[in-house]
């Protein structure tokens, strides 16, 4: 009898069906965060600041009251130069006798205080009774001393307003309000005492005083006119205007309405 034999070595292997192909679809990546820009760091405050801010803070809140009772009395000018002095020392940090001089002499004529830091005289005082206004006169009257000694700074002060005012020489001479304090007007305690620390023997001996001054003035309304007449700035102008408007304006025309409808008068003198 015949037998059926699979042939050596064939070994029969199941075939596994085609795979099916799958579409993988992109993962979305959400873009890296920009990282935020870090904040500008604030000036380190040095221990001599810190102390001298501090006495003034100190002496504005104490001399309050026994300049009111100064004020309620109507003191003489003697009185008022009394506090004045104490003030200078206890509040500003000047030494009564190495830094203040009295009645200094300039031409025949006698400024209240000069004060000196390290022995140049940097400012003139102007004493007034506590309650008289303070005013151009005034303001006059010390500016004299100033040009004559060729000193920059000069305050008028009652006692209870201060007023420091800058003097820039030349023909003429440029006279700047820098600061105004009253020290017993409505403005809180840390604005009078901010201000006033910048009439500290150290502010002015960092030059603190000039820092702020020149803050002022490159910030005046005066300083700010002329750069917007300035050719680049009124150039800007008109292509801004023609961006918005479809008008092409001339340059001279603008300046001049600039100058007449625009700005105050007193800033273009």
């Known amino acids: 009898m015949n037998e059926h034999v699979e042939p050596a070595g064939t070994v029969e292997v199941p075939v596994a069906p085609a795979t099916e192909s799958v579409t993988v679809l992109p993962v979305p990546v959400e ?11 604030k000036r380190a405050m040095p221990k001599w600041e810190s102390t001298a801010r501090e006495r003034v803070r100190s002496a504005v809140r104490r001399f309050s009251k026994p300049l ?11 009185d008022t130069r009394l506090i004045v002095t104490d003030f ?13 001089t009295t009645e200094y002499q300039v031409r025949g004529e006698f400024a209240d205080y000069g004060i000196r830091v390290d022995r140049q005289l940097i400012a003139f005082i102007e004493v007034k009774r506590c309650t008289q206004k303070l005013g151009a006169r005034h303001l006059r009257q010390v500016l004299s001393y100033a ?27 440029q006279v700047d309000l820098t600061l105004e304090v009253d020290l017993l007007g409505e403005e ?11 009439l500290s023997k150290e502010a002015i001996k960092h030059r603190l005083l000039d820092e702020l001054w020149q803050e002022k003035a490159a910030t005046s309304a005066r300083s700010l006119a002329s ?16 961006r918005q408007t479809s008008y092409n304006g001339d340059v001279e ?13 007193e800033v273009l003198s």
Request: with cysteine.
């Open 227 to 242: 750069i917007v007449l300035s050719e680049n700035v009124v150039e800007a102008i008109r292509k801004e205007l023609r």
């Open 147 to 173: 040009v004559n000694e060729g000193v920059e700074w000069m305050i008028l002060t009652n006692g209870q307003a201060w007023q420091v005012w800058h003097l820039t020489g030349g023909l003429p001479v």
């Open 68 to 78: 009111a009772d100064l004020v309620t009395r109507d003191a003489n000018e003697g």
């Open 88 to 100: 200078l020392c206890e509040a500003l940090g000047y030494d009564k006798y190495e830094d203040l």
């Open 253 to 265: 025309q603008l300046a001049k309405i600039l100058k007449s409808d625009v700005l105050r008068a």
């Open 188 to 198: 809180s305690l840390a604005h009078k005492s901010d201000a006033l620390f910048h």
């Open 31 to 41: 873009p890296p965060k920009a990282e935020p820009a870090p904040r500008p760091q």
